[in-house]
């Protein structure tokens, strides 16, 4: 009874606040507005903005190792969380019968495994940065610490279910999918949609001036 | 008249602070991951290891605004009474890290994994500062001076005449002064004016040796602007509009931004939309009009200077600015022995003393700290000789090297080219 609660009308009502409060949230980014730039542009804003999109998903040249920290964790992380969730096998069979009406083919058992090892390493090894830099300890907030618990025991739960594949597992991992979806647009997981949009503006303001940012 | 608000009120920056936050700075807020790299890009924090000086931890005040005030959880959690307000107590402890740790050089802002313009973040919370009254003595005074005297310095047409009779003395010739429909109109910073004067007679021998139409205004001559540093639209605007209506009044084609990093952003970046309105002339930096002479033949130099040198990328001009080239293609028609700083270019670490840290006397100790990466710099490139294209950051640098002992000289690019100048005939003028 209480799989089918979180797999019926818990997991409903978080995909529609979930989905509700994204667009909010993007609203109330976007109704605030920019003022035109009346400064005569060297180059374009747009082709600015396209290059800043892609260009900060790597370190600035020559930057220093404590990035190099953050892009090998970060990347660990979100690129394992992104096959775990898009192509294993149970996820791909969700997919299909819950969400989207079709599925693909998914990865081997052996690269679920590696991805799922990947996600979690780069997940504590972040968080555990979070905790014991001082940069990071001042700058952390609930909302940093609460998102990494929840989307670690989202994995967990993950883990669980997939080694034992008890129903009350099952359940357990879908109950903390439902809380991250609803959790989400109320925290900085935001930063997955509004990333586009920050690293757009500031392309844009800098392409304009003729500088590659 | 603008005026430099110096009684505290913090009610009031809290309101000129939510005015601040476009969708720029919500998109800003909302991306950050709080990963902390920023830090890793700012000298302050490097040269210091206080984390506070992290440059998204400088907007603090700014994000706890938006967060309390304009997301969905803040909002419900004010219902509920969680969280707090901004105080007074926050203003007065964060003017440290809005000014005194800042130089608005945007390095921050080109590594932020997200994309995040940290620098322009830490610009619109000094607007909340200056109008709340919560910022340094010493921008306050040179603010001050700006409107009413017409220079941060306190200097007085008076005196830069006194430095163009020198310029014409040495040079032999006429510097031409409000003169209706020249082609270009020259401004000057407060610090070349007294500390660089030699600026002026370069320009003079460049542009009679490249047969340029220019004048220098005997009612806007300062391209400093303590509105930008200070943070107050209000006082940017009022600065930036004499230079305006001196430049529209003798009808010239372009204004020429000097070897000053803050009057750039000013002047070409910011004036427009301060004045809410297009100019009616082109505004160029002096590093641009002079390389643009050099692509067209009418910068002729002759002879090298053989010293090993190098180039400090002024911040606002280079980083914030765009003018990135046009130093280097300059220096290469004279300087064979150039070589590159580690870090150059876009990348290079500020001089320390941008964003009205040279007037604000709190901040001193600090800037001299952070000049460590500079000197490290200049150590890993082994010259005794640095150019650069800002007064501000050769002034600042020059202290630093003394307190240092440390035996760089530093130059101005356009002393530098005029040094080199090939005698020649003077042009026909017009371009």
Redesign the interface.
Known sequence: MFLEFVEGPLWYASVAIFAV?VV??LY????????P????P?AGGTAGALR??VS??W??????S??LF?LVA?YMFHLGLFVLLLFAAPHVVFIEARILGFGWTPAPHWVFIVAADLAFAGLILLWLR?VM?????????FD?HAAAWLTFSVMFTGCMALLLSHDSLRALHMLSVCLLLIYF????L??AF??V???????A??GR????? | MAKVVTEHDYARGVAVLREQIDARVAAYLSSCVGCGLCAEACLFYTETGDARYTPIYKVEPMRRLWQREQTLAGRIGKALGFGRDLTADDFAAWQEMTYNSCTLCGRCSMVCPVGNDIAYMIRKQREAFAAAGYTPDGLQTAATRALEIGSPMGVTWKALAAQIGHAEKATGLKIPVDVQGADYLALFSSMEIMNFPEYIAALARIFAAAGVSWTVSSQAFEATNSGIQIGSSEIARELVGRVVDAAEGLGVKYVISPECGHAYTAIRWDGPNLIGRPYAFEVVHILELLDQLRRDGRLQTEGFDERKLTFHDPCQIVRRGGVEQPPRDLLAMVAPNFEEMPDHGKMNWCCGGGGGLSANEEAYDLRTTVFKVKKRQLEAVGVETMITACANCRIVMEEALEHYAMPVVIEGVTELIAAHLKPQPPAPTGD
Do not use: C, N, W
Request: hydrophobic share 35%; no cysteine; charged share 25%.
């Open positions: 409060g909010i949230r109330e980014i976007l109704a605030r507005g920019v003022k730039d009346l400064a005569p060297r800043t999109l900060r998903s370190t600035a040249k020559g930057f220093s404590g990035a953050h970060g979070r830099h001082p940069v990071l300890r001042r700058i952390s907030t940093d647009p109320f925290s900085r935001m930063h509004t990333f949009l920050s690293r757009g503006y500031t392309g303001a800098m001036k003729g500088v590659q940012a």
